[in-house]
């Protein structure tokens, strides 16, 4: 599973307390939101909405896809 974050954004870090609290480790990748790399079409293939954080699974992608923002709403 893979976390997109922007590490500074408190959506981002409200996920990564909920994963550490749980002690759940996953892969992370610190998107570029002042460049506009959320607004890209590849990160458009995790997050349609080019919101994050959005955690991606190689298991079932069209499921977490359904659900670009699940992770924020804890
Ligand atoms: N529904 C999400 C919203 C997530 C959200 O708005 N994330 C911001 C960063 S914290 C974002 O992706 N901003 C980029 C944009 O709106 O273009 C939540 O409740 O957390």
């Known amino acids: ?3 997109y974050e922007f590490s500074p954004a408190p959506n981002a870090m409200r996920v990564s307390i909920f994963l550490a609290e749980l002690s759940i480790e996953v ?3 610190n998107v570029d939101i002042r460049g506009g790399e959320n607004l890209s079409q590849q ?5 349609p909405n080019g919101k994050f954080p959005t955690l991606s699974s190689m298991m079932a992608p069209q499921f ?3 659900w670009p923002c699940a992770a924020t709403s804890i």
């Open 64 to 66: 977490v896809n359904q």
């Open 27 to 29: 892969a992370r990748v």
């Open 43 to 47: 990160f458009k293939q995790h997050a």
């Open 1 to 3: 599973m893979k976390l």
